[in-house]
């Protein structure tokens, strides 16, 4: 005989050997709702009884250890039905409860299988986690595919396109196809547009190819990725970053006097070429990289920003050049004017910000490019002085 607020373990345990045995939640929803109010005190099924005690491993051994472990593999069974023992057992007698049952069982929806977007996300992770190589991911869509698993893409280019779809393009670029005889611009590859030119049949030597990018959403997308470091103490004179140069300190300084809470970053401009000699081409890039970003990041490939590409058989005019270079210089004065970034500190918040170009780190040639220079073998070439200079001549 047992107290009112005890209960037995026989029973007990049988009855959670027969939730366990529950195919879904539906049988054994039906199971608790057949059970009489009664049946925590009075179920003593002799036959149940005798066939669990000869079958039952864990009924041999009645020492109380065994007893304790029992109890506690039931409390655990018991807690993880309890949701449906309290909405059955204790509404058993209740005329609704049929419908009680059956508002439940609709809410038992099975999780919708995870979309192209969803997968493609995951193996990109993975694939950056323990670095595989694309043939591996490859394999993989379809491994998973071959196993019947929904919406896998079929390689590691599908997985790209869907990441990259509809994400919004920070290289805006401006392409020109530039006559290496009349300096015409245009956008055929194989000839030039001028009726009048010598090329215009056809290109005799490889053009140059000219692509200028907008700088305001590279800018933008930089600063909302990272945090800008504080902002240095002025009155230390010892410089160990561009941040404690005279130049910064004078756009600082210049500009706060006008607005004292203005936000300010500065930017270093390089630009420099490259011969390619097997394929008798060359390339000349010029980009920028924000200086109030930590230096351990700030000249990494995605902080910096693309001003523009040159691409042909020789290094582009000066002529030339300088006709594309009014496109960045423009966006320039218009970045010193104020634009709004969110970056992550700010929890989705705008502040105003100003850049300014405070410096470039260019070699002679590529300083009489930018600067419409002479070159630095010719006369009156030196940035500083209006000297006239010296020829030579050599034997």
């Not at 309290?86 to 299988?113: A, C, K, M, R, V």
């Not at 401006?174 to 015409?184: A, D, F, Q, V």
């Amino acid at each position: 005989m047992f107290h009112d607020d005890e209960v037995p373990l026989r029973s007990t345990k049988n009855i959670a050997r027969q939730l366990r045995d529950a195919k879904d939640r539906h049988s054994r929803n039906q199971f608790l709702s057949s059970l009489p109010p009664d049946v925590s005190n009075d179920y003593t099924d002799e036959t149940r009884y005798t066939y669990n005690e000869q079958d039952d491993p864990m009924m041999v051994d009645q020492n109380d250890e065994q007893l304790e472990s029992n109890s506690i593999v039931v409390s655990q069974i018991v807690d993880d039905v309890s949701l449906d023992t309290h909405s059955y057992l204790g509404n058993s007698e209740d005329d609704n409860s049929q419908d009680i049952q059956s508002n439940l069982l609709t809410q038992d929806i099975s999780p919708s299988s995870p979309d192209t977007r969803e997968i493609s996300t995951a193996l990109a992770l993975f694939r950056h986690r323990h670095r595989l190589s694309k043939s591996c991911i490859n394999d993989l869509c379809d491994l998973l595919r071959s196993f019947g698993v929904a919406n896998v893409p079929s390689d590691f280019r599908s997985i790209e396109k869907i990441l990259i779809k509809n994400q919004e393009n920070t290289l805006q670029s401006r392409k020109y196809i530039i006559c290496s005889k009349c300096g015409n611009k245009g956008t055929s590859l194989s000839k030039c547009v001028d009726i009048k030119c010598e090329s215009q049949s056809g290109f005799v030597s490889t053009p140059t190819t000219i692509c200028t990018f907008k700088l305001l959403p590279q800018v933008t997308s930089i600063l909302d990725r990272h945090n800008v470091m504080p902002e240095p103490d002025i009155t230390n004179t010892n410089i160990s970053d561009v941040q404690y140069g005279y130049a910064r300190r004078n756009v600082i300084f210049r500009e706060r006097m006008i607005d004292s809470k203005k936000n300010i970053v500065t930017m270093l401009l390089n630009s420099d070429g490259i011969a390619l000699k097997k394929f008798s081409h060359s390339i000349w890039l010029t980009c920028m990289v924000i200086n109030e970003l930590p230096r351990a990041i700030r000249f990494n490939i995605g902080n910096v920003i693309i001003c523009s590409i040159s691409m042909g058989g020789n290094k582009p005019k000066k002529n030339q050049f300088q006709s594309f270079i009014k496109y960045w210089v423009f966006e320039l004065q218009q970045l010193e004017l104020g634009f709004h970034i969110s970056p992550p500190n700010l929890h989705g918040h705008f502040i105003k910000v100003h850049a300014y170009l405070i410096a470039a780190a260019l070699d002679k040639p590529a300083q009489a490019l930018l600067m419409n220079l002479n070159d630095p073998t010719g006369y009156y070439s030196c940035v500083r002085c209006t000297i006239q200079g010296k020829g030579l001549e050599y034997s």
